[in-house]
């Protein structure tokens, strides 16, 4: 079974950081792209970034410059550093991976996390 576990939300004043983190577990044989989502209440769930295996990263033009997607293969990790938040930036995020797993026989497949709330108010 494998999961998508996200952890780093919470209540943020404008203009602050926060750190995202996804750690994937199960029977996990490799993970190709891995990232970040978000969904405002009312709103469609849009990219937020991306990052391959080899560490190409791609950004909403929204983030550019303001966040910053990096992972740790050894660990099956995601990280997103969110820096000079801003109150549009609310909303819950959502970690995703495209990944191949063993479970007697090798398969491919996309799974999402929970999600994790990432208020940013004053």
């Known amino acids: 079974q494998v999961q998508l ?3 780093g939300g919470g209540l943020v004043q ?21 990232g970040w989502y978000r969904q405002a209440p009312g709103k469609q769930r849009d990219l937020v970034a ?10 909403a033009d929204s983030v550019k410059g303001r966040f910053t997607i990096s992972r740790d293969n050894a660990k099956n990790t995601v990280y ?3 820096n ?4 549009e930036d609310t909303a819950v995020y959502y970690c995703n991976a495209d990944l191949r ?16 709330q990432v208020t940013v108010s004053s």
């Open 84 to 87: 000079s938040l801003k109150p």
């Open 14 to 34: 404008p203009g602050g950081s926060l750190r995202l983190s996804c750690a994937a577990s199960g029977s996990i044989f490799s993970i190709n792209a891995m």
């Open 50 to 59: 991306t990052i391959t295996s080899g560490h190409s990263t791609n950004y």
């Open 101 to 116: 797993y063993w479970s007697k026989g090798y398969y491919t497949g996309n799974y999402w996390g929970q999600g994790t």
């Open 80 to 82: 997103l550093q969110m």
């Open 5 to 7: 576990v996200e952890s």
